[in-house]
C-alpha cells in the first residue's frame, strides 16, 4: 500500500496589505521537498509530522511530495499557485499509481483570479490519480468549503480546536481512514452545507463556551453508527469571494444522503444559534480598566484587528501608545512587525539607546508610528523552538528580531509574519513573560495555546486595524450573497 503525502498552504486575503510572493512559500523552514519530507521524524505537533506518523504505525509505503506553507497575507497570484502546484504533482506523476492521497490544505487558500485554491489543487490530484484513488485532506477550521474541494476529495477532515492544538491528532485520524478505505473496510460518502453566516473569531475559542457546545454536538455526531467525520468550517472572514462562511462537513460510511441530511442538521443548529457566535467590540481602554478591576496579571490585550495569523500587517500602534500614555510597568507588545526598526536596533546593538519610529508603516488603519527613545536588550536572527501545545517541536523563524525598552514597557519588534503563539520566542529574547503584569499580542485565539496558562484576564479588544471584525466595515464585493451579521435578514 503506497500513500502520497504532501501539501500548500496558506489563508488568503483580499484586505492584506502584505503581499505574498513565491519566495515567502520557499523561505528557508517553510518548505519540504519529498527527500526532505522522508528524513522528518513526523514528531511535531503539525498536520504533515501527523501523515508521517500515521503511515509509519500502519506499517505502510510512504510517498512524499512536496509541503509548503507561508504566513498569511494577500493572495498570491495565479503565477505563484502554478509554480506550487507543479512543485506537488510533478512528484505524484512521477511515483504512480499511488492508493492514496493524503493532503494538509489550510481550506482558506484563495489566488489572483481563483477563489478556491485548495479545491483548484484537489481538482488537479484528481485529475492525476483517476476517479477511483482515495484523496483526503485535513483542513483549518478557519476555512472557505467550496464545491471544488468537495468534489475532488473522498473526505475533508477538519481540525476541532483554536488554538488548533489537534492537528497531529486530525492527520493521525485521516491517515486511519485513508488505511481502512483503501483496504475496503469502508467507503467514505461526504456531504456538506454552506451556511451564510460570519463567525466573530473571539467566539471560536474551543474549551470554551458557547462553541464548545457546538464541537459537543460534532464529537455526538460522530459516536452515531455509520458516521466517520464531522466538522465546522468556521470560516475566513477576511476572504472576499463567494465561498466565504461558516459550513458544516460530515462523511458517512457509503451513505451520502444520510451524510447530506446529518450536515444539514449541524448546520441548522449552528444557524439557530448565529447570533451567539456575534460579539460587542470592546476598545482597549475600557479592557484595560476592566482587567485592573478583576486585578488579575498579567492582563492580556489580544489586539485581533492587527492579528498576521489572519494576514493583518501586526505594526498598529495603538495599544503601543495606549501602554505608553498610561506609563505602565512591566508591560510588553508582542510583537510589532518593522523590518525598518529591526535593522536600526541591530546595527546599534544590545546595550545601545536608540531613537526609532516603531510600526505604523505599513497602512493608515495601522495608526502613525510612535517615536520611542528604547534601549536594545536583544538582537536575534529569531529562530526558536516553538514549547507548544500548538505547533510543539517545530522550529520558529521570524526574521532579524530585537526586543526594546521604553521606561516599564517591552516591544519585540520582529521581520516575518508571526503571532505569538507561547513563550518560547519571547524567552529567547531573554523575556519571561510569567513576570509582565500586561501583555498586547498580535492574536485572537492562537496566543492562548501558550499565553492561556499565565493569564490573569484577557480581553480580545477592537482597536483601530486592517482586520476589523465589524465586519460590516470591510469592503466586500464579491459575496455574491447576503451574510450574517453584516445584513441581518440573510436566509438560509
Ligand atoms: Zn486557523
Known amino acids: 500500500m503506497r500513500i502520497a503525502i504532501g501539501g500548500i498552504q496558506h489563508e488568503s486575503s483580499d484586505f492584506s496589505p502584505v503581499e505574498t510572493p513565491l519566495?515567502?512559500?520557499?523561505?528557508?523552514?517553510?518548505?519540504?521537498?519529498?527527500?526532505?519530507?522522508?528524513?522528518?521524524?513526523?514528531?511535531?505537533?503539525?498536520?504533515?509530522?501527523?501523515?508521517?506518523?500515521?503511515?509509519?504505525?500502519?506499517?505502510?509505503?510512504m510517498v512524499p511530495l512536496f509541503w509548503s506553507h507561508a504566513p498569511s497575507a494577500?493572495?498570491?497570484?495565479?503565477?505563484?499557485?502554478?509554480?506550487?502546484?507543479?512543485?506537488?504533482l510533478e512528484p505524484l506523476r512521477a511515483a504512480l499509481p499511488v492508493d492514496g492521497v493524503l493532503l494538509s490544505l489550510h481550506g482558506g487558500y484563495s489566488v489572483q483570479g481563483l477563489d478556491d485554491g485548495d479545491g483548484d489543487i484537489l481538482k488537479a490530484v484528481r485529475q492525476l490519480v483517476?476517479?477511483?484513488?482515495?484523496?483526503?485532506?485535513?483542513?483549518?477550521?478557519?476555512?472557505?468549503?467550496g464545491p471544488d474541494m468537495i468534489e475532488n476529495a473522498n473526505a475533508l477532515i477538519i481540525m476541532d480546536t483554536?488554538?488548533?492544538?489537534?492537528?497531529?491528532?486530525?492527520?493521525?485520524?485521516?491517515?486511519?481512514?485513508?488505511?481502512?478505505?483503501?483496504?475496503?473496510?469502508?467507503?467514505?460518502?461526504?456531504?456538506?452545507?454552506?451556511?451564510?453566516?460570519?463567525?466573530a473569531a473571539s467566539k471560536m475559542i474551543s474549551a470554551e463556551e458557547p462553541i464548545r457546545s457546538a464541537y459537543e454536538c460534532v464529537f455526538e455526531i460522530e459516536r452515531r453508527p455509520g458516521v466517520l467525520v464531522a466538522g465546522i468550517g468556521l470560516g475566513y472572514q477576511w476572504a472576499d469571494?463567494?465561498?466565504?462562511?461558516?459550513?458544516?462537513?460530515?462523511?458517512?460510511?457509503?451513505?451520502?444522503?444520510?451524510?447530506?441530511?446529518?450536515?444539514?442538521?449541524?448546520?441548522?443548529?449552528?444557524?439557530?444559534?448565529?447570533?451567539?457566535?456575534?460579539?460587542?467590540?470592546?476598545?482597549p481602554p475600557a479592557a484595560l480598566d476592566e482587567g485592573e478591576c478583576i486585578g488579575r496579571y498579567p492582563i492580556i490585550l489580544a489586539d485581533q484587528a492587527d492579528n498576521p495569523g489572519g494576514g493583518a500587517p501586526s505594526d498598529n500602534t495603538e495599544i503601543l501608545r495606549l501602554f505608553i500614555e498610561r506609563d505602565l510597568q512591566d508591560a510588553a507588545v508582542l510583537y510589532i512587525r518593522d523590518r525598518e526598526t529591526v535593522q536600526t536596533a541591530k546595527a546599534a546593538g544590545v546595550g545601545a539607546t536608540v531613537d526609532v519610529e516603531?510600526?505604523?508603516?505599513?497602512?493608515?488603519?495601522?495608526?502613525?508610528?510612535?517615536?520611542?527613545?528604547?534601549?536594545?536588550?536583544?538582537?536575534?536572527?529569531?529562530?526558536?523552538?516553538?514549547?507548544?501545545?500548538?505547533?510543539?517541536?517545530?522550529?520558529?523563524?521570524?526574521?532579524?528580531?530585537?526586543?526594546?525598552?521604553?521606561?516599564?514597557?517591552?516591544?519585540?519588534?520582529?521581520?516575518?509574519?508571526?503571532?505569538?503563539?507561547?513563550?518560547?520566542?519571547?524567552?529567547?529574547?531573554?523575556?519571561?513573560?510569567?513576570?509582565?503584569r500586561y501583555i498586547c499580542?498580535?492574536?485572537?485565539g492562537h496566543f492562548r495555546s501558550g499565553f492561556g496558562p499565565i493569564a490573569g484576564s484577557i480581553f480580545n479588544v477592537d482597536a483601530l486595524g486592517v482586520f476589523t471584525q465589524d465586519f460590516a466595515k470591510l469592503p466586500f464585493e464579491r459575496l455574491g450573497r447576503k451574510i450574517y451579521p453584516i445584513d441581518p435578514d440573510a436566509a438560509w
Open 358 to 436: 516603531v510600526g505604523g508603516k505599513s497602512h493608515p488603519l495601522s495608526a502613525p508610528p510612535v517615536p520611542m527613545k528604547a534601549e536594545v536588550l536583544a538582537v536575534s536572527d529569531g529562530r526558536f523552538i516553538y514549547d507548544g501545545p500548538m505547533w510543539a517541536g517545530s522550529e520558529g523563524n521570524y526574521g532579524d528580531s530585537v526586543l526594546l525598552k521604553q521606561d516599564g514597557i517591552y516591544v519585540a519588534v520582529i521581520s516575518e509574519m508571526y503571532q505569538p503563539m507561547d513563550l518560547a520566542f519571547p524567552r529567547s529574547l531573554g523575556l519571561d513573560c510569567r513576570t509582565l
Open 162 to 199: 483554536y488554538p488548533h492544538v489537534d492537528m497531529a491528532e486530525r492527520a493521525l485520524e485521516a491517515t486511519a481512514l485513508m488505511v481502512r478505505t483503501i483496504r475496503g473496510e469502508i467507503q467514505p460518502a461526504m456531504a456538506w452545507c454552506s451556511l451564510p453566516m460570519f463567525w
Open 241 to 283: 469571494n463567494p465561498t466565504a462562511g461558516a459550513s458544516t462537513i460530515v462523511v458517512t460510511d457509503g451513505n451520502r444522503q444520510s451524510a447530506q441530511e446529518t450536515a444539514d442538521e449541524l448546520g441548522r443548529w449552528l444557524w439557530e444559534r448565529r447570533a451567539d457566535w456575534q460579539r460587542q467590540p470592546v476598545a
Open 23 to 61: 519566495a515567502e512559500f520557499l523561505a528557508d523552514g517553510r518548505w519540504f521537498d519529498a527527500e526532505m519530507l522522508r528524513r522528518r521524524p513526523g514528531d511535531t505537533n503539525t498536520v504533515i509530522d501527523g501523515f508521517i506518523k500515521g503511515v509509519r504505525k500502519h506499517g505502510v509505503e
Open 130 to 145: 483517476g476517479p477511483d484513488c482515495p484523496i483526503m485532506a485535513v483542513h483549518d477550521p478557519h476555512c472557505n468549503v
Open 441 to 444: 499580542v498580535k492574536s485572537t
Open 74 to 88: 494577500r493572495q498570491p497570484t495565479f503565477e505563484t499557485h502554478q509554480s506550487l502546484k507543479a512543485r506537488l
